[in-house]
């Protein structure tokens, strides 16, 4: 018999349009300080990524892009730059009116 989850929170259908990917700025090692489930205000650091090409021990935070959840990190420890780093769920429509090509 399974459990209920700890922390249930009301599932409602949202549009791909809701979902904001953070990619890492930088190559280096990604650790995070928000864990999946996190409600994360825009700006606030939910991650830092330790640089390897630094002279010195240098940590870069990753700030929130938008109001969201966080819903998923990557299984990497090592990103480069460009790589997908977390995906936010978030009210905010992300994809602007007039930006996508219709066929």
Known sequence: ????????????????????MVNALMSGIVTYRSKLGDTLKAGAPFADVV????????????MAPCNGV????TGHHFVTKGDTIAMLVTDEQQIKVGTQLAF
């Open 51 to 62: 640089l390897l090409d630094s002279l010195t021990a240098q940590s870069i935070p990753i």
């Open 1 to 20: 018999m399974s459990q209920a989850p700890q922390n249930p929170f009301k599932l409602k259908q949202l549009g791909v349009d809701q979902v904001k």
């Open 70 to 73: 966080l819903f998923s990190i």
